[in-house]
């Protein structure tokens, strides 16, 4: 059974960094394109951005310059870090393989950007 772990989020003011990791385990995330999503209450899950099995990236543009996905096969870990942190990034933060077929997403890992 796969699982997937979120972690690193947090209590963050406008303008900061986090750096979110997930790490799974009951596969092997290197032969799957992986992807960040995001749900901010009363609002659909979206991507925030994506990473081939060759390490190609693709954003939102709510994100893009900000944000970086990448990707350790050595420790079946994909990242995430945040810069420039704006108070509408507010969301629970998820990863999850691209497919119309995910995984259980798991609790997600809660960022919340406020002064």
């Known amino acids: 059974q796969v699982q997937l772990v979120a972690s690193g989020g947090g209590l963050v003011q406008p303008g900061g960094s986090l750096r979110l990791s997930c790490a799974a385990s009951g596969t092997n995330l290197s032969i799957y394109a992986m992807g960040w999503y995001r749900q901010a209450p009363g609002k659909q899950r979206e991507m925030v951005a994506h990473?081939?099995?060759?390490?190609?990236?693709n954003y939102a543009d709510s994100v893009k310059g900000r944000f970086t996905i990448s990707r350790d096969n050595t420790q079946n870990t994909v990242y995430l870090q945040m810069n420039s942190l704006k108070p509408e990034d507010t969301a629970v933060y998820y990863c999850?393989?691209?497919?119309?077929?995910?995984w259980g997403w798991g609790q997600g890992t809660q960022v919340t950007v406020s002064s």
């Open positions: 990473i081939t099995r060759g390490g190609s990236t």
């Open positions: 999850n393989k691209i497919s119309n077929l995910p």
